[in-house]
């Protein structure tokens, strides 16, 4: 189970892929992209012996497939964290990334975990569109859910676990203390309504904490 830690830098690798993945090629950044760009960095961390995310994949329709990656992407979307057009880091996205950077880079592997997302969009970044998952397609990977074994992505049943986190032994990563935790968490639960100054939202609350505040007056 992913624990509060995990889930916070999952929303973050996530902010971090997309980051990259726009510096080296946004013609390149699509759905069906960022889904393999996440398992790829993943697959990359294990290669390295580092968990680099703690999305769990399993085999879809068009390969690898994280569902709790599909409501990250959603939420952020909702919440004017990215763009839904072109999953491009927003100014709420990017001020939360650089809120936590400082904190991941001072982590012991940190510096890694970053190189690592940066080498995965580089490797990747001509890939467009579909072809990037028939390329995936090619790959044989160590497959959790048949202990390791290692089979072409192609030829893995659908439903099949290809990526399990809390099943593999590569070090943790886990970059950010309790309080941090609690202002990521608290920061991704606010509605993007809350936070602009013309929304009818904003106004009603403002216009009620006035109110209260001059009752008590």
Not at 58 to 69: C, W
Not at 121 to 139: A, D, H, P
Request: include cysteine; charge should be negative.
């Amino acid at each position: 189970m992913t624990t509060r830690a995990q889930f916070a830098w999952n929303k973050v690798a996530l902010l971090a892929v997309l980051d990259h993945a726009h510096r080296v090629n946004p013609a390149a950044v699509t759905n069906v992209a960022i889904q393999k760009l996440l398992f790829l960095t993943e697959l990359e961390g294990r290669k390295e012996n580092i968990k680099a995310a703690y999305y769990r994949f399993f085999r879809y329709k068009h390969g690898p497939f994280s569902t709790e990656l599909s409501w990250n992407i959603a939420e952020f979307e909702k919440g004017a964290l990215i763009d839904s057009e072109n999953g491009e880091l927003l100014d709420r996205g990017k001020y939360l990334l650089d809120y936590v950077l400082p904190e991941i880079k001072n982590s012991d592997l940190g510096a890694d975990v970053i190189g690592i997302i940066a080498k995965t969009s580089e490797k990747w970044k001509n890939f467009r569109g579909w072809s990037i998952v028939k390329e995936v397609y090619k790959l044989k990977v160590p497959v959790d859910d048949y202990s390791g074994k290692i089979v072409k992505i192609k030829d893995i049943p659908e439903k099949v676990d290809i990526i399990i986190p809390e099943r593999s032994h590569e070090r943790e990563f886990n970059p950010f203390p309790d309080d941090l935790v609690e202002d990521i968490c608290t920061e991704l639960s606010i509605p993007a309504a809350r936070l602009d100054p013309s929304s009818e939202e904003l106004r009603h609350v403002a216009s009620e904490s006035l109110a209260a505040a001059l009752a008590r007056s």
